[in-house]
């Protein structure tokens, strides 16, 4: 894309299902006996993915009257050929997931070697971990890691080490089916976990939320389908009010709603932004004046989300003052600013975070901070999309720079961001497509 910055993004977007819990839902799917339907299913390429991965294990997949409509019949679920699985496989960190369903239906599942964005290690020693609590035997071979359930699956008593999203979806997939009863400790509380719980209950599950990151599994002998729509996409919304915050503009942003907003919403507001809470979405504007600096520390939910840091520290570089960004979830997500930076930002990367007496959120050995320092003006650049949140902070930077910007390797963005190319038209953006 060539973008042309310097023009305010104002229009109004609408966001549909969140990929953190589309995906989920669908591989859920396997679960039942009967045929499910989801419902505001995002038009991105994790979902074509999945769908892929399931139609390669023998579920029939349909669309309904409207295209964000998805229905799914698992009557003839069956062994996947390994090489297939690994072709499908290749963008996506998803059939990790698969592993629980499958042992269930087929007493076997296969994992090839994980793709996914490059911001950090992010190991599986977590799922694997909880899957051999379950009974599961896991043999790492060179093509990947293979997994078998000569004695079924049983309940299981597990405490995670650090409340993972991708480990907590992996109990719940794998305890509902499991014989006896599992209770999980310092599980993740996101409302993509959330949602996917009231899935599993609407399919039949008996599962019981306690305080303090505590969830209980009944395991059932069979599940049935289920009928959902799929909650909002958190991540896309806080990316677009960033757009709007650092272009200047005015960006209604539909399907959104306050309450699984509120984290952000508050750093929204102490950067400077302004926001209006509607039925049917949020509108964010910048309502002029300086923006100012703030210190975030990123979290687990309720804190603030990782994926919301990299689009606003585009605005950042606006504000007038010293920002810090303390990076507490992944080790290497900051790799995005080295663009920025060459595009003017002042961001200085702390590669073993940085002492802050006032913290909130626990140090972890592995952390990163930035320290942005503005208001820096930024000048046209040609840059290269490192990753899915880094790619979207690119192009508002590009949309905020004077001159034209060249940014490659786009394709990243539509693994989360449905239709973007299309929003940035609505919103006004200046840009064409070089071949």
Sequence with gaps: MIIKGGKPLKGRIEVRGAKNLATKAMVATLLGKTPSVLRNVPNISDVRVVA??????????TKGENADEWHFDPSNVEVAH????DAHAGSSRIPILFCGPLLHRLGEAFIPDLGGCRIGDRPIDFHLDALREFGAVVEKLPSGISLTAPNGLKGANIELPYPSVGATEQVLLTAVLAEGQTELRNAAIEPEIIDLIC?????????????????????VEELRG??????????????WAAAALATKGDIFVGGVR?????????????VGGDFDVHDDGIRFWHPGGDLKPVTIETDVHPGFMTDWQQP???A???????????????ENRFGFTDALNTMGANIVVHQNGLHDESRRVKRREFEQAAVITGPTPLTAAD??????????????????AEGESKVSNIGIIARGYENFIEKLRLLGADFVFEA
């Design 52 to 61: 892929g991965l399931l139609a390669l294990h023998g579920v029939l997949i």
């Design 82 to 85: 390994k090489a297939d699985i």
């Design 199 to 219: 899935i599993l209950q609407k399919m039949g599950a008996i599962i019981s939320m306690e305080p303090n990151r505590v969830i209980f599994i009944e395991g």
């Design 226 to 239: 289920y009928d959902h729509k799929a909650i909002f996409d958190r991540n896309e919304a806080a990316s």
């Design 258 to 270: 306050q309450e699984e907003m509120m984290t952000f919403l508050n750093a929204f507001r102490k």
């Design 312 to 314: 606003l520290v585009v």
């Design 316 to 330: 950042l570089t606006q504000a007038s003052g010293t920002s810090t960004i303390h990076e507490t979830v992944y």
């Design 383 to 400: 840059v290269v999309v490192p990753d899915l949140r880094g790619g979207f902070s690119h192009l508002i930077a590009a949309m905020i």
